[in-house]
């Protein structure tokens, strides 16, 4: 089983629409979790951070599920400017801080 | 700027030529970290620094690649004897000291190598 696994889409949403993914990890251990957004040919950036509680931030909503080892991203009123792929990140402290990212998801916005 | 800085921005080689990629993380930043990232795919871990150490570099895919990282600042990656699957743009990213929600990684612009 791979460390960090996503769906690799492509998701094609229609501009407006609520859309949302998983991202399962395989070490019950691991403690950090975010979400990173990669435009075509760009470097990855934070998106945001996943806390255990679940958190926000305007459209966008992480939440957390350890039992089940999975993390979710909800985007609400997409916008074509949110076309990107979406990579899940996982620190996996017990190891020394190694941090493990997914394949990402490719998220198409249409309009 | 305060960001990482990588260069060069692009590398063609001829396979079997030696190539030296570096990075420079932002100041003050503690971690520092290599992926490889082919196209159409998520970044894969190479390895890792904390300061001059290398904590885990079990990410490197052969004896061919080499990363250091002297006095705990600057970094640099080299491949030796470059082949064609060695391909694919390197992130270089780097983090504040200390673990979890404080440590989000900041990445450079990547080097894009491609051996012909």
């Known amino acids: 089983r791979k460390e960090v696994e996503q769906d690799p889409g492509p998701f094609n949403v229609p501009e407006g629409a609520t859309v949302a993914f998983n991202c399962t990890y395989s070490?019950?251990?691991?403690?950090?979790f975010f979400w990173y957004r990669q435009d075509c040919r760009k470097e990855p950036k934070l998106l945001m951070s996943?806390?255990?509680s679940g958190n926000e931030d305007g459209r966008f909503t992480a939440q957390l599920n350890r039992a089940s080892q999975y993390i979710s991203l909800l985007i609400r009123d997409s916008k074509l400017s949110d076309s990107a792929t979406y990579l899940c990140?996982?620190?996996?402290?017990?190891?020394?801080?190694?941090?493990?990212f997914g394949k990402g998801t490719r998220l198409h916005i249409l309009p | 700027g305060a960001g990482v800085s990588q260069s060069p921005r692009y590398k063609v080689a001829k396979r079997g030529q030696d190539v030296a990629l570096r990075c420079d993380p932002i100041?003050?930043?503690?971690?520092l970290f290599w992926y490889q990232q082919a196209l159409g795919q998520g970044p894969e871990f190479l390895t890792y620094?904390?300061?001059?150490?290398?904590?885990?570099k079990s990410g490197l895919p052969s004896d061919r690649f080499f990363a250091e990282r002297p006095e705990g600042s600057v970094s640099t990656l080299k491949i030796q004897r470059t082949q064609q699957e060695d391909s694919a743009v390197y992130l270089c990213?780097?983090?504040?000291?200390?673990?979890?929600?404080?440590?989000?990684?900041?990445f450079g612009n990547g080097t894009r190598l491609t051996v012909t």
């Open positions: 620094f904390q300061n001059e150490a290398q904590l885990d």
């Open positions: 996943v806390y255990s």
């Open positions: 990213a780097s983090s504040l000291p200390g673990r979890g929600q404080n440590s989000p990684l900041h």
């Open positions: 070490n019950s251990a691991s403690q950090s």
């Open positions: 100041s003050g930043h503690v971690s």
């Open positions: 990140v996982v620190n996996d402290e017990g190891r020394d801080d190694k941090i493990i």
